[in-house]
């Protein structure tokens, strides 16, 4: 059985025109004009126990309106689903039993209550043996490492902490199915690591599908083997992550901070010639062509990048790793700039998105059918 099928999958709201102004409100209330708005355009998907899929598309995509069908919150318009053998939206309590969520932005713990407390009514909720339960929340508390704040209420916790009891609480009936939605948004750097390190290795050891939005790159990279991408309801790529990575996800951003007394100038954007940069006198020159109380820095950016806009005193290249890597560049610029931090990231998923969507316009238009 495959954890979850869907055929022609479709869902159009009815959503109720109003003109502006006080005296079209009034008419709208007599007299309302309704359009309709197909959010998903027919999806057919199929995924099997124990994949881990990220579901990607721009705001607005209809990811959040397919996992609702999929989870039994909405009805379809038209179309079919099954869920771990289950048709969602009328079998969903059964459902509830198998499968696991977690949304970023919400929360499923009690806000006035310690997590042990929403871990114990949770057991409850899903009829857990005693014994079972015990072991299991025992073995959630050390992997996430929740015993410090088993007993704070939720509201004190910070997001990083919240975060991670409610992973662990999601995972405490051990479900075959795991949706998430946006789990890392708003942690910093080091949380999302751990917590992507969790989530992978529930997967491997439970067998775990795992069905993931998410607007970060890392989260993707980390969790996912296989991306789905959607636009306008409809499923635009559907294929491994290695190959989007490969595709999309060689380039990295590099920022630089100029050590203070330094300035950089440019007009950017990318073309070489332009790119020049130049550094004001004092600590953290960058080499030494002077002319009018400013040092230059030398007319081209290292092999394999790009300059992107930035705010004065920052230097923002994209590391085509396909050329070379962020190291070689990294040790050009460091022989000629004064750098007072660095920060390497991967671009942002709407980026990879938008790059998605060019190229699906230009094969299109070349008439070579679907990108990559
Ligand atoms: N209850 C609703 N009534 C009317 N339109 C809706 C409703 N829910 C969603 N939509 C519309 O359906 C489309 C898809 O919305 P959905 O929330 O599924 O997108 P999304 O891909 O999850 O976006 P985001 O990344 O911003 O969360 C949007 O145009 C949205 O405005």
Not at 29 to 37: T, V
Request: proline letters at 5%; hydrophobic letters at 35%.
């Amino acid at each position: 059985m495959n954890a979850l099928e869907t055929r022609g999958l479709k869902k159009t709201f009815r959503v109720k025109q109003k003109a502006p102004g006080f005296a079209a409100s009034l008419r709208s209330l007599w007299a309302p004009q309704w359009s309709d708005k197909e959010a998903v355009s027919g999806i057919d998907l199929t995924v099997a126990q124990g994949e881990t899929v990220a579901f990607l598309g721009p705001n607005g995509a209809g990811k959040s309106t397919t996992i609702k069908m999929l989870t039994g919150i909405l009805h379809p318009s038209e179309g079919e689903a099954k869920v771990l053998g289950y048709v969602p939206w009328k079998e969903r309590k059964q459902l509830a039993y198998h499968i696991g969520t977690v949304f970023g932005q919400k929360s499923q713990l009690w806000y006035h209550l310690p997590p042990s407390d929403t871990f114990e009514l949770m057991s409850r909720i899903y009829e857990l043996d005693r014994t079972d339960y015990k072991r299991r929340r025992d073995n959630l508390i050390e992997r996430f490492v929740l015993g410090p704040y088993l007993n704070t209420p939720v509201r004190r916790l910070s997001l990083g902490e919240r975060m991670r009891c409610e992973i662990a609480c999601s995972f405490l009936h051990r479900p075959s199915l795991l949706f998430l939605d946006e789990p890392t948004i708003g942690l910093d750097a080091m949380i999302k690591e751990r917590i992507r390190e969790l989530i992978a290795e529930l997967n491997r050891e439970e067998g775990t599908t795992v069905f993931l939005t998410s607007h970060d790159a890392g989260d993707i990279e980390r969790l996912c083997r296989r991306a789905v991408v959607i636009h306008h309801g409809g499923i635009m790529v559907d294929g491994p992550v290695e190959r989007l990575k490969r595709d999309i996800l060689r380039y990295k951003t590099v920022t630089i901070r100029i050590a203070e007394g330094a300035e950089l100038s440019g007009s950017g954007g990318g073309n070489v010639m332009q790119s020049t940069i130049l550094a004001a006198n004092g600590e953290g020159r960058l080499s030494a062509d002077v002319g009018n109380g400013t040092v230059q820095a030398g007319s081209s950016l290292p092999f394999g990048t790009e300059r992107l806009p930035s705010e004065p005193g920052i230097l923002k290249l994209s590391v085509d790793l396909t050329a070379t890597g962020v190291e070689a560049v990294l040790s050009e610029l460091m022989s000629r700039l004064s750098i007072a931090d660095v920060t390497v990231e991967d671009p942002p998923m709407e980026e990879v998105i938008k790059t998605l969507f060019e190229r699906g316009r230009e094969q299109s238009a070349a008439g070579e059918g679907n990108p990559p």
